[in-house]
C-alpha cells in the first residue's frame, strides 16, 4: 500500500531536481557577469530568456511521456513503455530538427520581439548560434526525464539533472576561460551539457529496457492510432502551456502599463512564486507517475490513495510557505534588492505571496493528477476558461483595486484552476480506474 513514506520519497528527489534547474542560469550569469562589458551578461540573459520560452513550449514532451510510461508502468507492459518513450524521442527528434532548420529566423525575430540594445543583441546572437545546436538533444531530455518520473526512478532523475549541471561549469569554464570564447562559448557550453544528458539518459533507456528496445520495430513505433493519441495529448498540454504563457504576459504587461516601480516589484515577487513551484511541483510530479501508475493497473483505490497523500503533503507546503513568507517576506524582499524605493513598493503586495501558496496548491496538484491520467483535454479546457476570466477580472480590478487587482485576479486564476479540475476530476480520472 502506498505509504506517506513513499510519497515523499519520490517527491524531495523531484524537490532538488527542481531546484538544480536555475543553477546552468546561474553560472552563466557568473561567467558572463566577469566579462568586460554589460552587453556579454545582457545578451546571456536575452539568449537565455529565448530559449527558456522556447523550450518550455515542448515541455508537452516531458509531461505526456511521464503520464503514458506511468500508466505502462503501472500494466507492467515494458513493450509498450519502450514504445511509448521512443515515439517522444522521435517526435523531439522531429521538433529539433525543424528548430535546427529555421535557427536563422527564429533567433533573429525572438531576439528583436525581446528588445535589447544593439550590443547586448549581437551578443545573445552568438550566444544563441552556440546552444540552438543541441535543440534534439535538450528536447530529448525532456523524453527521458518524463521516462524516468514514469517509473518512479526519481533519484536517477536528481543524479541525471546534477551530472547536465556539473559538465555545463566545467565546459563553460574551458570554453571561456580556455578557449576565449565568449559568449558564444556559454551558449555552445550550455549544448554540450544537453548532449551529455542525452547521452547518459538514454544509456540508462537502454541498461534498463534492452530487450524491450531489441523487439521494438519502427512499425509499432508509429502506429497510426498510438501517434495519435501521442500527438492529442501533446497537443492538449501545449495549447494548456500557451494559455498560461500568455496569462504570465498579460500579467507582466499589465504590470508594466503601472509604471516601472510596479513592474519592477512585480518581477521581484514572481521569484516568490518559483520558489513555490520547486516545494509544490514535487508533490505534483508525484501524483503524475503515482496516478499514472494506478489507471494503468485500474486501482481505483490506489488511484483516490495517491491523489489523497500528494495532496495532503502539497497542503502541508502550501501552508508552510504561506507561513515563512508571512514572517520572512520583508527579509526576503531585501534580500532580493538593495534598493530602498523598491522594496517599499514591493511591501506593499507581500501579503499576496502569503496567499499565494493556499490559492495556487490545488492547481498544481490536480496537474499533476490530470497528466498522470493522460486526461489532457479537460486541463486545457480548464486552462482556457481559467485563462479568459483571468482576463476579464484583470480588466475590472485594476482601474479600482490597481495593482492589488491585479495581484487578485492573478491569484483567482490559480484557485479557478484548481476547482474546476478538483470538479472535473471524478468524471474524467476517477473513472477510467473503477474509483
Known amino acids: 500500500m502506498l505509504t506517506h513514506r513513499r510519497v515523499l520519497a519520490m517527491a524531495l528527489p523531484i524537490v532538488l531536481a527542481?531546484?538544480?534547474?536555475?543553477?546552468?542560469?546561474?553560472?552563466?550569469?557568473?561567467?558572463?557577469?566577469?566579462?568586460?562589458?554589460?552587453?556579454?551578461?545582457?545578451?546571456?540573459?536575452?539568449?537565455?530568456?529565448?530559449?527558456?520560452?522556447?523550450?518550455?513550449?515542448?515541455?508537452?514532451l516531458r509531461m505526456g511521456t511521464t503520464g503514458?510510461?506511468?500508466?505502462?508502468?503501472?500494466?507492467?507492459?515494458?513493450?509498450?513503455?519502450?514504445?511509448?518513450?521512443?515515439?517522444?524521442?522521435?517526435?523531439?527528434?522531429?521538433?529539433?530538427?525543424?528548430?535546427?532548420?529555421?535557427?536563422?529566423?527564429?533567433?533573429?525575430?525572438?531576439?528583436?520581439?525581446?528588445?535589447?540594445s544593439a550590443d547586448a543583441t549581437r551578443q545573445a546572437a552568438a550566444y544563441c548560434a552556440g546552444r540552438i545546436w543541441a535543440a534534439p538533444l535538450a528536447l530529448a531530455n525532456y523524453a527521458i526525464l518524463g521516462w524516468l518520473l514514469g517509473c518512479q526512478r526519481v533519484r536517477m532523475a536528481l543524479a541525471l539533472q546534477i551530472l547536465i549541471n556539473a559538465v555545463n561549469l566545467a565546459t563553460v569554464l574551458a570554453f571561456v576561460h580556455g578557449l576565449d570564447m565568449g559568449v558564444a562559448g556559454i551558449g555552445a557550453a550550455t549544448a554540450v551539457a544537453d548532449g551529455a544528458g542525452t547521452l547518459a539518459g538514454l544509456f540508462l533507456l537502454w541498461r534498463a529496457h534492452r530487450q524491450a528496445w531489441m523487439r521494438l520495430r519502427l512499425a509499432q513505433l508509429c502506429n497510426g492510432a498510438a501517434l495519435r493519441r501521442l500527438v492529442s495529448i501533446n497537443f492538449h498540454i501545449f495549447v494548456r502551456t500557451a494559455c498560461l504563457v500568455g496569462s504570465m504576459g498579460w500579467f507582466a504587461h499589465l504590470g508594466a502599463a503601472q509604471g516601472d516601480a510596479v513592474l519592477a516589484a512585480n518581477a521581484l515577487l514572481l521569484n516568490f512564486l518559483t520558489f513555490m513551484a520547486f516545494g509544490l511541483d514535487g508533490f505534483a510530479h508525484a501524483a503524475e507517475t503515482l496516478v499514472g501508475a494506478a489507471v494503468g493497473a485500474g486501482n481505483g483505490p490506489a488511484l483516490r490513495r495517491a491523489v489523497r497523500l500528494c495532496m495532503g503533503w502539497a497542503c502541508a507546503g502550501a501552508v508552510a510557505y504561506a507561513l515563512v513568507y508571512l514572517s520572512i517576506g520583508g527579509a526576503i524582499v531585501d534580500l532580493l534588492t538593495d534598493q530602498a524605493a523598491l522594496r517599499e513598493t514591493a511591501r506593499r503586495f507581500l501579503p499576496w505571496m502569503a496567499l499565494a501558496p493556499i490559492a495556487s496548491v490545488c492547481a498544481y496538484l490536480y496537474d499533476g493528477v490530470f497528466i498522470g491520467a493522460t486526461r489532457t483535454r479537460p486541463l486545457m479546457l480548464s486552462m482556457m476558461a481559467c485563462g479568459a476570466a483571468f482576463l476579464a477580472m484583470s480588466l475590472g480590478l485594476l482601474p479600482v483595486l490597481g495593482n492589488h487587482g491585479l495581484w487578485l485576479s492573478f491569484l483567482a486564476f490559480n484557485a479557478l484552476r484548481g476547482l474546476t479540475l478538483y470538479l472535473a476530476a471524478p468524471r474524467a480520472v476517477y473513472r477510467l480506474a473503477g474509483a
Open 68 to 116: 503514458l510510461v506511468a500508466q505502462a508502468w503501472g500494466k507492467r507492459d515494458e513493450h509498450a513503455l519502450a514504445a511509448s518513450v521512443g515515439r517522444a524521442l522521435l517526435l523531439a527528434a522531429a521538433i529539433g530538427a525543424v528548430l535546427l532548420i529555421l535557427q536563422r529566423p527564429l533567433i533573429a525575430m525572438g531576439l528583436a520581439l525581446l528588445g535589447g
Open 18 to 60: 527542481n531546484l538544480t534547474q536555475p543553477l546552468m542560469s546561474a553560472v552563466d550569469t557568473a561567467v558572463a557577469g566577469h566579462l568586460p562589458g554589460p552587453e556579454y551578461l545582457a545578451g546571456v540573459a536575452l539568449g537565455g530568456l529565448l530559449f527558456s520560452f522556447l523550450f518550455w513550449g515542448f515541455g508537452f
